[in-house]
């Protein structure tokens, strides 16, 4: 039965405690850090988590996965492990290679024990303390890799019965992860099959904060059928903000067997106050969630509803995700870009037409908004003239042999190093003045210079 958020009534947070009471630390060099409510990363740079779930330990095959997701603009991939306590062990040497692919990606890697699910409802669940356990025994896997791994200790670590211990649990199993010798940031799931309808990592969360001797812990709300209001996901979110403690929706969906989350407001909320979060998940659901998936059999160039929503759809990855500074990538939208970039950084735009387009015609102009060792990511915005039209097709001649290797929201046709870009069935229409805009992935190599883009109008 769905147990709605509200039921819990009003009560008074322990998470009024801010965050500066236990004192701020110093970011990190070695690795992520947590200070103010917010993520940094390795260099000092805020971080907000972009990205999906990836059931790894069920599929272990599946390595094009990392790929893929990068591909389509993820900045972070949870990865799913298992202790072998209920599955198959995920052993040292799995563990290295999943944070080799997610480093070769440019992904930030969350790693969380998946055995842990459930735990006092679900028949063979295990203890936070058996999942240090398993942390403790990749030590040596982990040692060096704080700047690109988050350590989530276990997923969704309690049902709906035997929870009341949940701070204390998660308390001792941080204060062993650190006196192990693990100095990562540590990501903390909800109760309540991770949506914590009861509040109880809501109320408790300063104090498990606190027990941190690293003041370095992350904590994740799993969003389902319980968030199915924008007003219950911003009291829930807002809460932790108010209190200057970090939160991330560590999972959630577009529907669900036990309510139908509102999936708008959790991205709408989320880019407005800097909030991280995860979707649910790449592919391979099963037992009635299947619609979960967000490409179907890990095919990225068939995504589904919910992976196009996720990807392509506002607020969602393709918009809003900012590569970790630690690979060199686009710094998050809070670091200024540079006066003068690079010279080998493309300018932003092309530059603007000396004249006004005819009437009822259009211009278009070509960005990057991203870019790493062989590839980019492009933008082109089409605009009206001074009267409506209704379609567009915009093209251009690369001059150093890029490729477009994947393209959204137009009909793109490559012939050599000439692009071809018409329009959608709903984005052709534009009112006068009114712009439509498509994105691409690319490869370089040597020269990345901007061509410059033509656009005609029916």
Not at 51 to 59: I, L, P, S
Not at 259 to 270: K, Q, R, T, V
Not at 415 to 438: I, K, M, Q, W
Request: net charge negative; proline share 6%; charged share 15%.
């Amino acid at each position: 039965m769905k147990i709605r958020l509200s039921a819990a009534g009003a009560t008074v947070l322990a998470l009024l405690v801010t965050v500066l009471a236990f004192g701020q630390p110093a970011h990190a060099a070695a690795g992520f850090s947590v200070a103010g409510g917010k993520l940094y990363d390795a260099n000092g740079a805020e971080f907000i988590m972009r990205g999906v779930n990836h059931a790894h330990t069920w599929y272990p095959q599946q390595t094009s996965s990392f790929v893929d997701v990068k591909a389509l603009g993820a900045n972070t991939v949870r990865v799913v492990l298992s202790s072998g306590d209920r599955w198959t062990r995920n052993t040292n040497a799995d563990v290295a290679n999943v944070i080799s692919l997610c480093k070769a990606n440019r992904l930030i890697c969350v790693l969380e024990v998946h055995d842990t699910t459930g735990y006092g409802e679900q028949s063979g669940a295990i203890t936070l303390d058996r999942a240090v356990d398993y942390w403790l025994s990749l030590a040596d896997v982990l040692a060096g890799q704080e700047r690109y791994v988050i350590v989530n200790i276990g997923n969704e670590p309690y049902g709906n019965q035997n929870y009341a211990s949940w701070a204390t649990d998660n308390a001792n199993a941080i204060k062993r992860l650190r006196a192990g010798g693990l100095t990562h940031t540590i990501m903390v799931d909800a109760p309540n099959w991770g949506q914590d309808w009861s509040f109880t990592m809501r109320d408790n969360a300063a104090s498990v904060f606190a027990a941190d001797p690293a003041r370095n812990t992350v904590f994740s709300i799993h969003m389902y059928g319980v968030f199915d209001t924008a007003a219950e996901i911003s009291d829930y979110l807002g809460r932790f903000r108010t209190a200057g403690l970090p939160i991330v929706v560590g999972e959630f969906g577009f529907n669900h067997s036990d309510g139908n989350p509102d999936e708008d407001a959790i991205l709408a909320y989320s880019q407005a106050n800097g909030i991280g979060w995860l979707g649910w998940s790449w592919s391979g659901n099963g037992g009635g969630v299947e619609y979960l998936d967000l490409a179907t059999n890990f095919n990225p160039a068939s995504l589904t509803d919910w992976g196009q929503r996720l990807f392509n759809g506002v607020n969602g990855i393709r918009q809003t995700a900012r590569e970790a500074s630690v690979f060199g990538g686009t710094p998050p939208p809070t670091t200024p870009p540079p006066t003068t970039p690079p010279p080998t950084t493309p300018p932003p735009t092309t530059p603007p037409p000396t004249t006004p387009p005819p009437n009822g015609g259009c211009t278009a102009t070509y960005t990057v908004t991203n870019q790493w060792q062989g590839g980019f990511q492009g933008e082109v915005r089409v605009t009206a003239g001074t009267r409506a039209i209704t379609g567009w097709t915009a093209g251009w001649t690369f001059a150093n042999g890029q490729r477009v290797t994947q393209s959204w929201n137009v009909a793109l046709t490559s012939s050599g190093t000439t692009v071809s870009a018409r329009n959608t069935d709903y984005n052709g229409r534009l009112a006068a003045g009114a712009s439509a805009s498509f994105g691409f992935l690319g490869s370089w190599t040597g020269t990345n210079s901007l061509p410059v883009v033509s656009c005609t109008a029916s």
